[in-house]
């Protein structure tokens, strides 16, 4: 439901039915008197509606540079916006990758862990073995010297693996704090254009005001023609009554009493300004 506000603008009242407050409506007369002052400063020879047109063309071109302005942010935003899902996908696509190498690594380790679980048995079998079975001594020896090996191969695999482990970890913690800091521009994007946009909504409602105002004062103008006009048509009118009237009542010998039509117009310029 709309309100009916009052508000004066260079001396005059206007009801204005508007969706907005009283405090805002009255806001934005003061501004535009402030404009209507700026523009008439030393400038006697303008009308009102001169100083109106002034800032009705002053306010146009301002909205109009404003919003190539906010179209130029716009397409920044949507370009930060586009780099932003970007690097989330990267982001998601390491993140992924680093899962699988560690879930990959963890199952080579738990491998390992019962490989080097099995030697260890097998070994405790073996010494056991060793001294109940004394011609297989050398036999015994080589197979213990190789699964030492093997044991040593395994123990230096699964080092291997938990330096590449420490690895990811780290790359992960990296990962997460670049996501941080991604989120964190996404939060202040989004925030700049909410304001963007409140900022869009009030200068179209401020274009809105002024339009209607300079059609009131068009009309005001046109009104004032039509009068002029009027005006002109019976000043007319009068002088060629005041020609006829000399004609008729002025004497021949006394041409120095008579009234002359440009002192006629003079007087009645006069009284006009007046």
């Not at 020879?45 to 306010?59: I, K, N, Q, T």
């Amino acid at each position: 439901m709309k309100n009916k506000v009052l508000v004066k603008i260079y001396g005059r009242d206007y009801l204005l039915a508007t969706e907005e407050s009283q405090g805002y409506s009255d806001r934005l007369a003061d501004m535009l008197n402030e404009k209507l002052r700026k523009a008439m400063n030393g400038k006697s020879e303008l009308s009102r509606l001169d100083g109106a047109m002034l800032v009705a063309l002053e306010a146009i071109d301002e909205a109009y540079k404003n919003r190539s302005s906010i179209d130029n942010i716009r397409g920044q935003i949507k370009d930060y916006v586009e780099a932003a899902d970007k690097a989330k996908a990267e982001l998601e696509a390491v993140k992924k990758y680093c899962d699988e190498q560690l879930e990959k690594a963890a199952k080579e380790k738990a491998e390992l862990e019962a490989k080097c679980r099995k030697l260890e048995e097998e070994g405790r079998i073996a010494v056991q073995n060793a001294s109940k079975i004394a011609a297989g001594t050398n036999l015994y020896m080589d197979k213990s010297n190789k699964q030492t090996e093997q044991i040593r191969e395994l123990s230096t695999k699964l080092t291997t693996a938990e330096a590449e482990k420490a690895t990811m970890n780290a790359a992960m913690k990296r990962i997460e704090n670049e996501k941080a800091v991604l989120d964190g521009a996404m939060r202040k994007l989004e925030s700049e254009n909410k304001s963007l946009n409140a900022t869009i909504d009030q200068y179209e409602k401020g274009s809105a005001v002024f339009m209607d105002k300079a059609d009131k004062l068009e009309k005001d103008n046109n009104n004032l023609k039509e009068s002029l006009k009027q005006f002109e048509r019976e000043n007319a009118f009068l002088k060629e009554k005041i020609n006829q009237l000399e004609a008729e009542k002025a004497p021949a010998a006394k041409p120095a009493s008579r009234v002359t039509l440009a002192g006629i117009n003079q007087s009645n310029s006069g009284k006009g300004n007046k």
